[in-house]
């Protein structure tokens, strides 16, 4: 099924034919018109340069004004191998569809809303007719099953003819044309966006990056680059200031020699102080017992951080190079 974009905004244009895999651009007086575009023959030659197949109006009352226009455009500067012209459905449309035709001049007959109007397109062997489905639906009208009575006819008669699902509202009709085998479909910019969009896959690819993370990236390198070290012989009002300084919800204490005593927390700051009262913030951090920390080197990965949060529940680990503390690994940072 052949995939075009159906637009007159040049800066979606040039952003979704980047991709390098769709077949064409169609486009309307009435895309144009919201747009605010003045120089139409300039617009429709700039996106001839960017597309490879560009579906444009040719508008008249008669067949010989039809076909003018398509001949006016082409003397434009438009390729005949890769220009359609876009005819919407009246015996003059189909007249001058046929003109067009027997010159090799490519046609899409379009807003096409009964099998009978798709019929005399196929007929005057246009290589497109095109059913606006959410229109239709506008109406309350069975849209899909109009686009699959085209689809049925051209396979059944063996017409040269492309139908081409329009008028695409939302990315059912893309499913919908599939499952009915139109052979070409035109959507709007913000539907194609939506095409490739899934929640579970959003969930998936988010797991398949997290646990390549585990299994890549070191210790040190997720770490923030703040060691939070105060020494054992500072105050602990001291040393609440300096945690908070440092942004973490605990600190390292280290002894003279730079070794670690522990790792006082927040939490070990509200239970001395229901238990102690004010008075304890004037005692030294060399005054308090510690349970050894749970450590990891910086050169571990990220898996095995993550399996000692889990078996420990702790929020925070501290982070070694040979005995030395160099920091603290917070559980947000994997």
Do not use: W
Request: hydrophobic content about 40%.
């Amino acid at each position: 099924m052949e995939l075009y974009l159906d637009s007159a905004d040049i800066n979606e244009i040039e952003r979704a034919f980047k991709l390098g895999f769709l077949d064409g651009l169609t486009t309307t007086p009435t895309f144009m018109h919201r747009h605010g575009i003045t120089d139409i023959d300039g617009l429709i030659l700039k996106l001839a340069k960017i597309v490879p197949v560009l579906q444009v109006e040719a508008l008249g009352k008669q067949a010989k004004d039809i076909y003018n226009e398509a001949h006016r455009l082409l003397d434009l500067g438009l390729d005949k191998k890769t220009s359609v012209f876009k005819i919407p459905i009246s015996m003059e449309g189909i007249t001058a569809c046929r003109m067009l035709r027997n010159e090799d001049i490519m046609v899409n007959i379009h807003l096409v809303y009964t099998l009978q109007q798709a019929y005399m397109a196929m007929h005057a062997r246009a290589n497109y007719v095109c059913p606006l489905v959410g229109r239709l639906q506008d109406q309350g009208h069975d849209a899909i099953a109009l686009v699959e009575e085209c689809v049925n006819a051209v396979n059944y008669y063996g017409y040269d003819t492309k139908v081409m699902f329009s008028s695409v509202r939302n990315v059912e009709h893309v499913r919908n044309a599939i499952n009915i085998g139109a052979h070409t479909i035109t959507v709007p910019y913000k539907i194609l966006q939506q095409m490739t969009e899934n929640n579970f896959t959003a969930v998936g690819t988010e797991q398949f990056y997290e646990h390549t993370r585990l299994m890549t990236v070191r210790v040190k390198e997720a770490m923030s680059s703040t060691n939070p070290v105060v020494s054992a012989d500072t105050e602990l009002q001291d040393a609440i200031v300096k945690m908070t300084e440092y942004g973490f919800g605990c600190i390292i204490i280290v002894g003279s020699g730079g070794e670690t005593l522990g790792v006082f927390t927040d939490g070990d700051l509200r239970r001395l102080l229901q238990r102690n009262g004010r008075d304890v913030l004037k005692y030294k951090m060399s005054d308090f017992k510690y349970n050894s920390p749970i450590c990891i080197d910086s050169q571990e990965f990220l898996f095995k951080a993550s399996e000692l949060f889990k078996t420990h529940k702790v929020d925070n680990l501290l982070v070694t190079e040979g005995d030395k503390p160099i920091g603290l690994l917070d559980i947000q940072d994997i």
